[in-house]
């Protein structure tokens, strides 16, 4: 599709937006990223409208949070989702979350053949609605100021609702900034990068290509096997975007081997931390092309670590702060070290960022990025979370949270949401505590959970492991899976209380590590 098609189906699509919907309304968007989903999320921002970013893997009641938080006036799915080729309903999940107008794509064919609700619409019908409305060849700017919201995403945070996090016109230029400057995304360039308009990585990499004329490439079916590789292959993908858990898994699997990937000249990875010889064995499928690590944050809209063309690279690390981002590392007790030391702490952004967040919908932003940060320079710093190591050299690597969230296969959650998912599902089981640890040289993080039995009950780790991944693919995500479950006598915290999930941590590394070699 050239650039003038997709502008015309945005359009058409913004028209009908606009007969059903008032301007400011939210509409949420919960499917696959295709090519339908792309039209409808630009649709919905040039109609004037907010779009609401939903995971496709989320269950109902995680579907229902986000409508209800965002005060969702309609919802844009699809009947159902294949995977590995079999159909799992989404409709009748989005139905199940509220009573809001639905609006249904066909996963296949050309409309649903499902039964809708009084209050919902085919998307044939919904389009046809449009029909009979004069039909504009341009749209007249919203004149909204720049801080309006067009997108609404969702983050975990360390208590039990997700964070409302709004973006505003500046986000999509702040993400095409850094799709130009780090990437060198251009005219010509195939952009592949398969993530979900629920997950931040959907827009930004969305405007990244388009803004700067690249192509977007799309593949509809998982990316862990042989049939993307191919597909990169076969559509010529220059710029290919990866998260580590996906290199992983081809390099588990060998499922790219033989595949010619030349045309490939640089990678992306984003998501969660990389594993150094996951880097070596990708960078090696394009005969050694370099690889780009970005660290970002929903809230942030873009990154503040980068990696560059521009400077000499290294595996699993980022070599500069993004464009008119500042960061410094924090010790202890809030103090940030000298530039030029290797050190390893919290990390402190300065508070201006072109298209960072500046409020949340369902919480009080201050409070939770800038209240009890230290001054550095006369500038209260923005807090992050992020625990960041400065190497020798001078590049950087993420080793995880600071907080109580997590990031499990590039997907932020939080321990609090893993635990309720898994109380109750064993009698045997008093308590239960979750914690994210990387093998112990490095790489993705891997779900723990610590469990203490009630006095006279047993239970084996492995069944625990089984029900607790159950509870939680039902309940929370069916793509977060339990990787070690340890039975222990009790949980330490310190004098006050607080649980010490980093010695929960370091308890397990080694046996991840083992894990993870098999
Ligand atoms: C790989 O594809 C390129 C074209 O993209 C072609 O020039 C080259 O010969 C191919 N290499 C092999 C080993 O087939």
């Avoid at 479950?485 to 080694?510: A, F, G, Y």
Wanted: proline share 5%.
């Amino acid at each position: 599709m050239t650039l003038k098609e997709l502008r015309e189906r945005v359009m058409l699509v913004a028209n009908a937006v606009d007969a059903t919907f008032s301007k400011g309304d939210a509409i949420a968007i919960d499917m696959p990223m295709t090519v339908h989903a792309i039209v409808i999320y630009f649709a919905i921002i040039l109609a004037g409208c907010v779009a609401v970013s939903i995971a496709d893997s989320f269950a109902a009641k995680e579907i229902a949070t986000r409508l209800h938080v965002s005060n969702a006036k309609g919802v844009f799915t699809q009947d159902f989702i294949l995977r590995g080729g079999r159909k799992f309903p989404l409709y009748s999940r989005v139905v199940e979350a509220g009573p809001c107008k639905v609006i249904v794509l066909p996963v296949t064919g050309e409309d649903v053949c499902i039964k809708l609700r009084e209050q919902d619409q085919s998307w044939g019908d919904f389009l046809a609605s449009a029909k009979r409305l004069p039909r504009p060849n341009h749209f007249s700017p919203v004149y909204s100021p720049i801080d309006f919201p067009t997108n609404i995403l969702f983050s975990s945070g360390t208590t039990g609702e997700p964070k409302a996090i709004s973006w505003t016109q500046l986000s999509p230029i702040r993400a095409a900034n850094d799709g130009w400057a780090y990437v060198d995304l251009q005219v010509g360039d195939v952009f592949c990068y398969p993530t979900n308009l629920g997950w931040v990585a959907g827009p930004i990499v969305l405007y990244e290509a388009f803004l700067s004329g690249a192509t977007f490439a799309l593949y509809h079916g998982s990316p862990l096997g042989r049939g993307f590789g191919k597909f990169v292959q076969d559509a010529g993908v220059s710029i290919l975007g990866t998260i580590p858990t996906m290199v992983k898994a081809w390099k588990s699997t060998n499922c790219m081997e033989g595949l010619n990937w030349t045309k490939i000249r640089s990678f992306v990875t984003a998501g969660e931390a990389s594993d150094v010889d996951d880097g070596l064995w990708l960078s090696s499928r394009a005969y050694y092309k370099p690889i780009i690590e970005v660290c970002g944050g929903t809230e942030l809209a873009s990154s503040y670590l980068q990696g560059t063309l521009l400077q000499p690279q290294a595996f699993g690390a980022l070599s500069t702060a993004a464009m008119a981002t500042g960061v410094v590392i924090l010790n202890d007790n809030g103090v940030p070290y000298p530039d030029d030391q290797p050190c390893v702490g919290e990390v402190g952004l300065f508070p201006l960022i072109m298209g960072a967040s500046d409020r949340l919908l369902n919480a009080d932003h201050d409070k939770i990025y800038f209240k009890g940060m230290p001054m550095y320079k006369g500038m209260q710093l923005r807090r992050h979370g992020d625990i960041i190591k400065r190497t020798a050299g001078g590049y950087f690597i993420v080793e995880g949270r600071a907080d109580d969230t997590m990031n499990l296969g590039g997907i932020k959650t939080s321990s609090v949401e893993i635990e309720r998912a898994c109380s109750n599902v064993d009698q045997s089981v008093v308590e239960n505590i979750a914690i994210s640890a990387a093998p112990e040289d490095g790489g993705p993080e891997l779900l723990v959970m610590f469990a203490v039995l009630k006095d006279g009950y047993s239970s084996k780790p492995e069944d625990l492991q089984k029900k607790f991944t159950r509870a939680i693919q039902t309940n929370l995500n069916p793509l977060f899976k339990v990787s070690l479950v340890r039975i222990v006598p009790e949980i330490p915290r310190t004098s006050s209380n607080k649980l010490m999930r980093r010695v929960l941590r370091d308890q397990v590394k080694k046996e991840l590590s083992a894990r993870s070699k098999i």
